[in-house]
């Protein structure tokens, strides 16, 4: 039943036709067909956007490297290079990117585990992503964190506890507000973590203080290897709240999330409180490497959706069509992002393995006690490989750190 539910919803006539209207060979101005679905609100984004063709290949460019090092990541998984969890966002990048575009540059995020893209997005390079992941000392948390604690410049995290953030987020806008600042948290989550009842308490305490919080839910269908719809009740998360506003987004239209995030964003600097998005996409691989992603669904229902939906394709198409690139153009894209991936994927097998000091480096800002060793009676001494003040604030201390 559920497996005909997800191909007849895959197979539906999805937004893919654009219509263009090109002022000059550097900006075209896009008549989005995908509907923006709205929960509470009297008026939601405009369906036209604009784009600018040095976004556009910007845009392209970090779907595409997105794309290309987590297949990277496939592999090297395969060949037991990269062992442990895995999850990887091979699908879903429209919205890293779209957010990110959205983002202000006092804007700081969280999301769940599925965070290699994100973290890219948020200023780590390809090399620091892909050794953390190797665990090399190179990575973002220099091989200690491994795929699920990616950090980045205003990037929380990386959290490996499914919900365990949402709470965390709506804490990081709290504090903002606090400090008196203008800028805003972006809460990412999984339809998994949807159903999670610290979701539904952050919702509660972010209304209730009006938290400058944007709530943004990625539905890639599948929590795990259930499908969204035979564990939601509701399964419109953006409608979850009745007493915080939502939007729906096409979630594999980087276009469509740049300006349903822009909506959100400015909503809430507007002082209207907070706002959930939920952006509806979907993953390739399975919910992480140790799954094959095909005993709960078909090959065909893959193949399907990355024939008539995939967001590279989709987004090449608008770049096609309103005359911003030319198809040599964006091979001569695609063949740079394989020789930066390539040149990434081989230093991060290459990279130096972390010493065993690192074992007892940076696990706090101020280490009061010693740090507790196999004999009890020898406790290793704590090294910081920072200075951080004693009165430093978790904000400021992650901007130190990069």
């Known amino acids: 039943m559920y497996r005909s539910l997800r191909l007849q919803f895959l197979r539906r006539k999805l937004p893919g036709n654009i219509q263009f209207l090109a002022n000059e060979s550097t900006e075209a101005t896009i008549e989005l067909q995908s509907k923006f679905l709205l929960h509470n609100l009297d008026e939601g984004p405009s369906q036209t956007v604009t784009l600018k063709k040095e976004d556009g290949k910007s845009f392209l460019r970090?779907?595409?490297?997105?794309?290309?090092?987590?297949?990277?990541?496939?592999?090297?998984?395969?060949?037991?290079?990269?062992?442990?969890?895995?999850?990887?966002?091979?699908?879903?990048?429209?919205?890293?990117?779209?957010?990110?575009?959205?983002?202000?540059?006092?804007?700081?995020?969280?999301?769940?585990?599925?965070?290699?893209?994100?973290?890219?997005?948020?200023?780590?390079?390809?090399?620091e992503v892909l050794c953390e992941l190797t665990g090399r000392t190179s990575g973002v948390s220099r091989g200690k964190g491994g795929s699920m604690h990616m950090y980045a410049p205003r990037m929380f995290g990386g959290n490996g506890i499914v919900g365990s953030h949402i709470p965390v987020g709506t804490g990081m806008g709290f504090a903002l507000k606090y400090k008196g600042s203008d800028a805003i948290s972006i809460t990412m989550y999984g339809d998994g973590a949807a159903n999670q009842g610290q979701c539904f308490e952050a919702f509660n305490l972010a209304k209730l203080f009006d938290v400058p919080v944007v709530f943004i839910c990625e539905n890639n269908h599948f929590g795990l290897g259930t499908f969204y719809k035979r564990?939601?009740?509701?399964?419109?998360?953006?409608?979850?709240?009745?007493?915080?506003?939502?939007?729906?987004?096409?979630?594999?239209?980087?276009?469509?999330?740049?300006?349903?995030?822009?909506?959100?964003?400015?909503?809430?600097?507007?002082?209207?409180?907070?706002?959930?998005?939920?952006?509806?996409?979907?993953?390739?691989?399975?919910?992480?490497?140790?799954?094959?992603?095909?005993?709960?669904?078909?090959?065909?229902?893959?193949?399907?959706?990355?024939?008539?939906?995939?967001?590279?394709?989709?987004?090449k198409n608008y770049l096609l069509s309103s005359n911003l690139l030319t198809s040599e153009e964006i091979k001569n894209i695609e063949r740079e992002d394989k020789k930066r991936v390539d040149k990434a994927t081989d230093f991060s097998k290459k990279d130096k393995i972390p010493a065993l000091e690192e074992l007892n480096t940076d696990v706090y800002v101020n280490c009061l006690e010693p740090i507790k060793n196999i004999s009890p009676y020898k406790p290793l001494p704590h090294i910081n490989s920072k200075n951080f003040p004693s009165n430093l604030d978790i904000f400021t201390m992650v901007h130190m750190q990069y």
């Open 231 to 315: 564990v939601s009740a509701n399964s419109k998360f953006y409608t979850r709240c009745d007493y915080i506003p939502g939007i729906y987004v096409d979630g594999m239209d980087v276009l469509a999330v740049r300006q349903g995030i822009s909506f959100a964003i400015d909503h809430v600097v507007k002082g209207k409180g907070p706002i959930i998005v939920e952006c509806m996409t979907y993953r390739y691989y399975g919910h992480s490497m140790s799954d094959p992603g095909t005993s709960y669904r078909t090959r065909e229902e893959i193949e399907e959706t990355r024939e008539k939906r995939d967001c590279l394709k989709k987004f």
């Open 62 to 127: 970090d779907m595409d490297l997105i794309r290309k090092f987590e297949n990277s990541c496939a592999q090297m998984y395969r060949e037991k290079i990269i062992r442990g969890f895995c999850h990887l966002y091979a699908g879903q990048e429209a919205v890293g990117v779209g957010v990110f575009a959205a983002m202000r540059p006092q804007d700081i995020c969280i999301t769940s585990y599925r965070a290699h893209g994100l973290a890219y997005m948020m200023g780590a390079t390809i090399e």
